[in-house]
DNA sequence: CAATGTGAACGTGTTCACAGCA
DNA sequence: TGCTGTGAACACGTTCACATTG
């Protein structure tokens, strides 16, 4: 069973849609109607989840609860994923402090830098650590996700040191894209880039 | 002639990567040589180049300047960009103090928030204002760009406003997909999200 | 001779249209 | 009757392969 990956990047938005639609009191959608929400085609939301399964009911449309269940466990989101941060400059102290990541899941249990500056001092509830503490580190806390927010220049051997210590998934939100070996997953926060390619489209209007 | 959204989306990684080779000092790439550096193949490279023109020299390569000079043209970057912010909360006031944006041509020239406490303080150089101050801002300090980030359930309504006052370009960091009338570019920036097709991949590695 | 530019071939993702089921 | 699930048709994007050119 091979699922395209332009499909797995969708399910997260099905999960946000159908959590909405729980909480404003809804138990059942229909292809339509949630294609409606996300702007998308019923045939796509349904081709896309027909890789998985048969989640749905002809005639009525798919139970809220059931599928937003069944897609939690696909993505792999009824766990807790623990994150290191590499880097505690303005972005990276920006990351710790927001709000979003812990409600899903996600916690940042570890953070480092390798500027003396920096090392020691408190960032949100983390004691900052110098870079020799991420192997142990990564072991210890299982760690199972970088966080890359160091200049553009360290990237790519902090991500190297990453791969290194057996990190699987890298949320980089250095401007640069790096290097990674097969297998490595990873995804590029990159706001300057998103303008660039805006702006194409607003150049002449 | 119709260009396809995903070579307007890999412009900007070409500019960059060539504005690296520039600093060390290369005069001349290959499209063998770009494709090393961005894990990409030539004949994509090629390809995605031959939709603007033809910029090339067989046996040659690319010479660098010129390339460079080409693409920021095509994508709109030799102008100067004006932004505002709406949401002066902790991510808007990261987004406000993020220095990544200056050097590549996008400054913030207003800030913007509903909420009292907000209004008139100081965040960077900007003093925040009122949410109706919005509309005479964009035309006098000629903003085309609207950048979001306010809380979820705000989202909508400020993009709605942000649209009304002529808007195109909205680069959006709230966890929603919010709903535009064509001809809107959108960008949304969505660690969380970006995160929960990673687990996918990491779930049972 | 090396590397571009590009039609043609290929592969992947989206949409259609309808059979099948509640 | 209404809506899912899905093969088949289609559209779109990528790769190939080679003629072309400095």
New binding site residues.
């Given amino acids: 069973m091979d699922v395209?990956?332009?499909?797995v990047l969708r399910l997260p938005l099905y999960v946000r849609a159908l959590t909405q639609l729980q909480r404003e009191g809804a138990e059942v959608?229909?292809?339509?109607q949630l294609g409606g929400r996300l702007q998308?085609?019923?045939?796509?939301i349904?081709?896309d989840?027909?890789y998985f399964g048969?989640?749905?009911?002809?005639?009525?449309?798919?139970n809220i609860e059931f599928l937003l269940d069944e897609l939690r466990d696909i993505l792999g989101l009824t766990r807790e994923w623990r994150a290191c941060l590499i880097g505690v400059g303005r972005l990276g102290r920006a990351i710790i402090n927001y709000t979003g990541f812990a409600p899903e899941g996600f916690s940042i249990v570890a953070a480092f830098d390798s500027s003396q500056r920096h090392i020691g001092t408190t960032v949100g509830d983390l004691t900052v650590r110098p870079m020799e503490d991420l192997s142990h580190a990564i072991s210890d806390q299982r760690v199972t996700i970088g966080i890359v927010a160091v200049p553009a220049v360290q990237a790519q051997s902090v991500i190297d040191t990453l791969v290194e210590n057996g990190i699987h998934g890298i949320l980089n939100y250095a401007p640069v894209a790096p290097h990674v070996p097969m297998g490595i997953v990873m995804r590029n926060i990159d706001p300057v880039i998103s303008l660039q390619s805006m702006t194409f489209y607003l150049k002449d209007a």
Avoid: I
């Fill in positions: 395209p990956e332009v499909v959608v229909s292809s339509h998308m085609t019923p045939a796509q349904r081709k989840l027909s048969r989640f749905g009911k002809q005639g009525r449309g798919y």
